[in-house]
């Protein structure tokens, strides 16, 4: 189902228009899709809808500014981890899942669901994001890692990338979250410590080395 295009930057370009997307966010990650409606954030705003509708032609419109938003703010908090000195690089994985975990608590469990079936065009645009996002940022993840000696110089990395990639669009998706009875703000850090932290114990380790050494 299309939308309308979006107003031209319109987070960064008004600061009436970012006041919508802060609120709308607030409203979005508590009550989920179906419940944030234009009548609502006008009231919470303090404005007519009239007012709102000035600045933004739809619910969705805000919605879809306000997830370029959050993919923007994720890669920039990466981004700051990157550049921090003065943390290594298991604190550096630690306090991107955290970060995650922080943000994603305060999403509502059903929110995947109703964007999947009410809003699959925003529910692209999520996927997308996720795209452009998950290779940046764990690719930057096992670069570090690799210069820091923590991780393997001799993976595949754009099949390790991929894979990270694909396992994440997959465990995020609505059926999947609710067949394992876990919260969107449950995957990162789980992703994460079983992708770089691997099934195996140390012994375990050793026999699979013998095995599968190149």
Request: charged letters at 25%; one cysteine or more.
């Amino acid at each position: 189902m299309p939308s309308s295009a979006p107003v031209a930057n319109p987070v960064t370009s008004d600061p009436a228009a970012a006041r919508i997307v802060r609120q709308a966010r607030e409203h979005f990650f508590a009550h989920g899709y179906c419940h944030c409606t234009m009548d609502e954030l006008a009231t919470e705003l303090g404005m007519s809808k009239k007012t709102l509708y000035v600045y933004f032609r739809s619910k969705d419109d805000i919605i879809r500014a306000l997830l370029d938003q959050l993919g923007a703010e994720i890669r920039s908090e990466a981004e700051a981890l990157f550049a921090n000195r003065s943390l290594n690089f298991a604190e550096k994985l630690r306090g991107f899942a955290e970060s995650m975990f922080v943000r994603l608590a305060r999403l509502n469990p059903r929110t995947p669901r109703e964007l999947q079936r009410f809003a699959p065009h925003l529910h692209q645009q999520l996927m997308e994001i996720r795209q452009r996002n998950i290779p940046y940022i764990f690719g930057r993840f096992i670069e570090e890692g690799q210069l820091a000696g923590k991780v393997r110089t001799d993976i595949d990395t754009p099949f390790a990338i991929e894979f990270f990639l694909q396992a994440m669009q997959g465990c995020i998706q609505s059926a999947a979250l609710e067949r394992h009875q876990l919260a969107p703000r449950d995957i990162v850090p789980r992703a994460i410590d079983l992708f770089f932290g691997g099934l195996l114990t140390p012994a375990g380790r050793k026999e699979h080395e013998k095995l599968f050494a190149r």
